[in-house]
């Protein structure tokens, strides 16, 4: 009830400065739709299947008003060295709902790499084409919300038959507390080739951020996308994302969603698999430390016959932390042929943490190959043992035995980089001596 | 069948085949009948027909009243078709109430519908005290001389209650209160007949229990409630099969069943319901496990139009083991909403829970689990494994384990296949000699082997012969 009452204020003051920005017409009435659908549903409880092990009032939204612009314009020391570590071809930096840092020396002809704002002024065809296509205000209270609200944004079109070599990336960043919401609008055109990373990291700031994301990602026939969104956020943060995906013929989504920072994350990783042939790799990552609470919400929607997914999602909870792991396979009527599997692996390090796995199917054609697994369980006393018996200390055991286990994501992720750095965080916030130090 | 009591479909029963003789009815005479839907009014003329004792009529009117309060339940199965306002809540069958000890005082309808239900009279003599429910009152029951000796109890609930109040009351409603969910607080409120079991300490009964339910009045709601208890360290098992006949209006089951496992006991129990396929079956199952005892539920359903039950164990005392083997054949028109539920709240505790489900024509088998572990459940384990067979393009199938891990020490596992018939399977066995037909039924049954070999053979044989008949049609 104190979430329903501080709202209405937020929505239509935001709403109306957004809207001041010259935007087209048909976006201004999308955005007022979306915020009629916000404020005519009712806020998710405990008694929604969906959010019934989420903490619901970790997320709320009382007394924020909607950020009106970063407080400096500085893009702070870690995101500096992050963007020097990287090799991306093309960096936006997005901070307080504005975007600080536009940087592009994109190689291959023809691809876009903007805000959406610019984008919508320089390709308002190509916008309009597919904004809101994937996610919506119909997606519920939420994504009403990011649908309404959004500022900045981030648009990539690759054209057809180009391969971006390198990666493409945006920065979110955050230096005073509020409601923040951002987009991002990937379009791959068929046969077309693209890599592209999405990071949330601030600095510790003053008050309390809640940080909608969502992520529309559009494959075309044949087209290949590796996409990466890694969460460090400062534990004052409350997180919310939602990406989501269509896939058409052929086409291969490989996908990893990191979650490490904020006080409370909720990630829902979501796909249709639209044409036959279409594939999707679905890695996922946590480490919940000091009473952080993530959720992981994935469904693999199978439309098409002959399509192909693969989740993975591993975690690991420590100092009173909790985590909720959901993941649906849906396989509609006639979607033959169709192989989908779904593997979720939680340790626990802690008495003081729980897990919740729930590992869901709903099939509907016969002629499938569908699996799902779940484990929850501490380290292996025997492997600790074997370790420790070749000199090592109880806690390098730990360290090492946890870090393996995580290390089974991350092998299969293509991208050394980002490897590299997440395995790093993971060492940190086991207390790995000196780690953090580099970081 | 010249001999046979004539109903009103008798003509068409002529030459019908093998499969229909689950699809008859007997003439309804009825000594009282409630009326039509639940109120505080029939409630009470439960009771006061039972002739009970003022706490349980209090206990029925606040079952009741939290019925009211709570509603119904926004998940699983689709309940919207089912009225309340069209159901019986109670009929008393024309026979004396109680029990009897021969088979001759079963009234001829009554072993006529046994009859057709494939039951030999010969085989049920053979096996051990059959308590048979007709409606929902116990008419028959027959228990061996040496396990009263042995001071084993097993009793319809309503006699149970009158002969035994003090060991009734003081664990009736312990495992599933009326609080616990919609359905357990309605059958609270109307509940009528079930079994009553209980064995004494030390004690080991090496035939089963079995108990017999079957519905015949159109619209009866059938509420029996079950109460068994396992002194320490005794060991039983006890088997309850469902069927009835096939009405044209869709009708309602709603039992409860508890059971007390104390130290050290180990009890098992096992049910293939094959209500009728117009029939409602939301049954809440549960048993309280102590330390170092164990306790197997074996649920197969086949019948019912929807089904929502899941047996659960709650394991509360150090070393409890809990085990659910579940089976489910859902065909056209069907919903099976089975599943399990495993809640460890002491160390050392373990539980496995297999399912089984077959989905065949527009058919939707689920199963829906829960494995809880509560911190302080030091090395708890449990495992879940369900496997999934479709027959056909338009038969579905979903999975919805639940696992909330608490306890660092835990180790949960859960696994889950869907799978469909294999075509070199079929292709093989058809070329030993086997109709299309044949091959399919033959790898159903290897499907569920794991669980039919846990029942005893008569059943074991009654489940496989349900199966062929689910089977057969299945080549088109």
């Known amino acids: ?439 | 069948m010249a001999d046979l009591p004539q109903h009103p479909d008798a003509e068409k029963l002529q030459g019908m085949e093998h499969e229909k003789q689950y699809d008859f009815r007997l003439p309804e005479n009825y000594f009282y009948k409630s009326e039509k839907g639940l109120d505080r009014r029939v409630v009470e003329r439960i009771s006061y027909y039972k002739g009970e004792p003022e706490w349980m009529l209090k206990f029925r009117l606040n079952a009741l009243e939290i019925a009211e309060k709570k509603g119904r339940p926004k998940w699983g199965a689709d309940l919207t078709k089912l009225n309340f306002d069209d159901i019986y809540f109670y009929v008393r069958p024309q026979e004396r109430q109680g029990t009897t000890d021969s088979w001759d005082d079963i009234p001829e309808e009554v072993r006529e519908t046994y009859r057709r239900l494939g039951i030999p009279e010969a085989e049920q003599r053979v096996l051990a005290g059959v308590g048979a429910q007709f409606e929902s009152e116990m008419v028959y029951h027959n228990l061996k001389e040496e396990w009263e000796k042995k001071g084993v109890i097993f009793l319809d609930s309503d006699t149970g209650l009158k002969e035994h109040p003090e060991l009734f009351k003081e664990y009736f409603s312990t495992v599933v209160p009326p609080e616990d969910n919609y359905f357990a607080a309605v059958n609270s409120a109307v509940w009528s007949g079930g079994s009553f079991v209980y064995v004494p300490e030390g004690v080991e009964v090496d035939v089963p229990l079995q108990a017999y339910f079957l519905l015949n009045a159109e619209n009866i709601g059938q509420f029996e409630r079950t109460l068994i208890i396992g002194a320490p360290g005794s060991r039983f098992h006890y088997i309850e099969g469902c069927t009835a006949p096939t009405y044209n209006s869709d009708s309602f089951h709603s039992g409860v069943i508890e059971i007390v496992c104390q130290e050290g006991s180990n009890v098992r129990y096992s049910t293939i319901q094959n209500w009728s396929h117009n029939v409602y079956n939301l049954v809440t199952q549960r048993a309280l496990v102590q330390a170092g005892a164990s306790m197997g539920w074996l649920d197969g359903n086949l019948g019912s139009k929807v089904t929502m039950k899941y047996p659960s164990c709650y394991l509360v005392g150090a070393g409890a083991h809990g085990e659910v083997m579940s089976i489910a054949f859902a065909g056209d028109g069907q919903h099976q909403d089975a599943g399990a539920k495993m809640i460890h709240a002491a160390p050392d505790s373990s539980s496995s829970i297999v399912s089984k489900s077959i989905s065949k024509g527009y058919g939707r088998s689920s199963y829906r689990g829960l494995v809880q572990i509560y911190d302080g459940a030091t090395r708890a384990r449990s495992n879940v494994e369900c496997d999934a067979l479709l027959l056909d393009e338009t038969s579905k199938t979903d999975t919805y384990p639940y696992i909330q891990i608490e306890e660092k020490t835990a180790q949960v596992g859960h696994e889950a296949r869907v799978s469909k018939l294999n075509d070199e399977q079929i292709f093989y066995l058809m070329s030993r000699g086997l109709a299309e037909d044949e091959a399919m039924a033959l790898i159903v049954r290897g499907f569920l082997e794991p669980v039919a070999k846990e029942l005893p053979l008569e059943y074991a044989v009654e489940l496989n012969r349900l199966i062929e008949l689910e089977m057969e049609g299945s080549v088109g």
């Open chain 1, 1 to 439: 009830m104190v979430l329903e009452t501080a709202l209405p204020a937020l929505g239509a003051g935001a709403l109306r400065a957004l809207t001041s920005q010259g935007e087209p017409d048909w976006l201004v009435a999308r955005r007022h739709a979306a915020l009629r659908t916000f404020e005519s549903t009712p806020f998710p409880t405990n008694r929604d299947e969906e959010w019934r092990y989420t903490q619901l009032e970790r997320f709320s939204l009382a007394g924020l008003e909607s950020v009106a612009g970063p407080l400096t314009d500085d893009i702070g020391e870690g995101i500096r060295r992050r963007i020097a570590d990287s090799d991306a071809e093309g960096v936006l930096v997005h901070k307080g709902g504005e975007v600080i840092l536009s940087e592009a020396a994109i190689a291959e002809e023809g691809v876009i790499f903007t805000d959406l704002c610019s984008a919508l002024r320089e390709h308002p065809d190509l916008v309009r084409e597919h904004l809101y296509r994937v996610v919506d205000a119909s997606q519920g209270k939420y994504a009403a919300l990011n649908s309404a609200l959004w500022s900045g944004g981030t648009f990539v079109y690759v054209p057809r038959n180009v391969e971006v070599a390198l990666p493409l990336g945006a920065f979110t960043t955050a230096d005073r507390g509020g409601l923040s919401a951002g987009r991002t609008l990937v379009v791959v055109d068929v046969n077309a080739k693209l890599t592209y990373l999405d990071e949330y990291t601030s600095e510790p700031f003053d008050g309390r951020l809640f940080h909608s994301a969502a992520t529309e990602i559009v494959l075309m026939d044949g087209a290949k996308l590796r996409y990466v969104s890694l969460q460090n956020w400062s534990r004052n943060v409350a997180h919310m994302s939602m990406i989501r995906a269509h896939l058409a013929r052929d086409s291969r989504l490989e996908s990893l969603s990191v979650s490490l920072g904020a006080d409370a994350a909720r990630t829902e990783v979501e796909c249709r698999l639209e044409g036959p042939g279409a594939e999707w790799e679905v890695l996922g990552l946590y480490f919940a430390d000091r009473g952080q609470h993530f959720n992981q919400y994935t469904l693999q929607h199978h439309a098409a016959d002959h399509a192909r997914s693969d989740l993975l999602f591993k975690g690991a909870l420590q100092d009173a932390s909790t985590e909720v792991f959901s993941g649906i396979i849906v396989v509609d009527e006639g979607a033959q042929r169709t192989d989908a599997y779904q593997t979720n692996r939680n340790l626990l390090l802690d008495d003081r943490s729980e897990a919740v796995s729930i590992p869901q199917l709903e099939i509907g054609a016969n002629d499938v190959r569908c699996s799902h697994g779940s484990t929850t369980g501490p380290v292996q006393e025997d492997q600790r043992f074997y370790l420790m018996s070749r000199g090592l200390s109880a806690e390098v055991a730990e360290h090492v035995l946890v870090t393996g286990f995580l290390h089974e994501v991350m092998g299969r992720v293509t991208l050394p980089k980002v490897a590299e750095y997440v395995e790093q965080m993971v060492q940190a916030k086991l207390g790995v001596p000196g780690v953090r130090e580099r970081l």
